[in-house]
């Protein structure tokens, strides 16, 4: 395996390097790594407060675990894999618009590839996320059909201060937002960051559900009303057929 200090740009900090290196030599005891990717925000050099260090392991096992663990007081994630969940966890999950494998393993510094395996996953995983999400037009109809939905039952609140109320909001937001990004063939970003990168490139639809999410209920019903318009060109209930479907439902058949 490479040395940290040749693999890590920007170097981590010492309680960080300590806390890989104990989690590293832990992995052995749950099963053999063949690839190592060390991501997050702690590896990207931009850690928060309760930021934590993701391994992502792939092994010869046909297995998947996920394990949460501290390491130097660090927390750490561990996501074992063998190759055909890693595989499927990166296609299923774009699919879904939200790639999070690939983002872990694209954005990712390579530990340990012993022959080549996760590198060649991880070249993917970089291809899928410049590809993006690639909807169909009937895919996006339903979509749209959703947050228009979401929108409706927000709307329909006689007294919006209640906390259902409040909740109805939030949830039409995010179906909002969600739409926003797969429109325009963007993946959606990490929850902490959307509604910050929506505005680089639309402005106006973040500042209506800035308000939309704000403490006046008069003025976040409208806004959020605006912002249905903005974004779906309708505030609540289309016409819509789905046409027929002949797929089995799961373990039918």
């Not at 895919?139 to 409706?152: I, M």
Request: aromatic share 6%; with cysteine.
């Amino acid at each position: 395996m490479k040395t940290l200090q040749t693999v890590l740009e920007p170097p981590l900090r010492e309680q960080h390097r300590l806390s890989l290196e104990q989690a590293v030599g832990w992995l052995p005891s749950v099963a053999q790594p063949v690839g190592i990717v060390a991501s997050g925000s702690i590896v990207r050099g931009n850690p928060g407060p309760s930021s934590d260090l993701d391994l992502v392991i792939l092994h010869d096992q046909p297995w998947r675990r996920r394990v949460q663990r501290w390491f130097n007081g660090t927390p750490v994630e561990l996501f074992f894999n063998s190759e055909a969940w890693l595989m499927h966890c990166i296609q299923s999950e774009a699919d879904e618009g939200r790639p999070v494998m690939a983002h872990m393993l694209a954005t990712g510094k390579l530990l340990l590839d012993v022959d080549g395996r996760l590198g060649a996953l991880k070249r993917l995983s970089h291809d899928i996320l410049q590809r993006g999400p690639g909807l169909g037009p009937a895919a996006l109809l339903r979509d749209r059909y959703a947050a228009a939905t979401q929108v409706e039952d927000a709307l329909d609140f006689i007294d919006a201060g209640t906390p259902d109320a409040t909740q109805a909001r939030a949830l039409a937001v995010h179906a909002l937002v969600r739409h926003a990004y797969l429109s325009k063939n963007r993946f959606l970003p990490r929850p902490k960051e959307r509604l910050h990168l929506l505005a680089q490139d639309e402005p106006l639809l973040a500042d209506l559900l800035a308000t939309a999410l704000g403490p006046s209920p008069a003025e976040a019903m409208v806004a959020l009303r605006a912002a249905s318009l903005h974004a779906l060109e309708v505030a609540g209930f289309f016409e819509w057929d789905s046409g027929d479907d002949g797929s089995l439902p799961p373990g039918a058949g």
